[in-house]
Nanobody, 126 residues
Framework: QVKLVESGGGSVQSGGSLRLSCAAS????????MGWFRQAPGKERAGVAG???????TYADSVEGRFTISQDNGKSTLYLEINDLKPEDTAMYYC????????????????????WGQGTQVTVSS
């Protein structure tokens, strides 16, 4: 059974940093694609960062250079380091697992990810 549990969200001021964690069980990481998505009120869920195929990463243009995705296979934990936070980064952040490793061939699309966590809220004030 797959279980993903996010943590690390919070309320920060613009320019601050956060480190989100996603504790995973039932996920091997090796051979899977893992991703971070976010959804702001009134907006669709959008991919922000993904990791696949022995550590390769991909990022949305809007977060490139500020967000860093990583994983600790030994701890079965996925991370998202967020720096220089902006008010437009305010959203619920979700981690997700794709067991087909779709990021090898496709962009970060939510419909390719089968397992999801419950989310952690990030709120950035100006």
């Amino acid at each position: 059974q797959v279980k993903l549990v996010e943590s690390g969200g919070g309320s920060v001021q613009s320019g601050g940093s956060l480190r989100l964690s996603c504790a995973a069980s039932g996920v091997t990481f090796v051979g899977d694609s893992m991703g971070w998505f976010r959804q702001a009120p009134g907006k669709e869920r959008a991919g922000v960062a993904g990791i696949y195929s022995v550590g390769r990463t991909t990022y949305a243009d809007s977060v490139e250079g500020r967000f860093t995705i990583s994983q600790d296979n030994g701890k079965s934990t996925l991370y998202l380091e967020i720096n220089d936070l902006k008010p437009e980064d305010t959203a619920m952040y979700y981690c997700a697992a794709d067991f087909t490793d779709s990021l090898r061939f496709f962009p970060l699309l939510s419909h390719n990810f089968a397992a999801w966590g419950q989310g952690t809220q990030v709120t950035v004030s100006s």
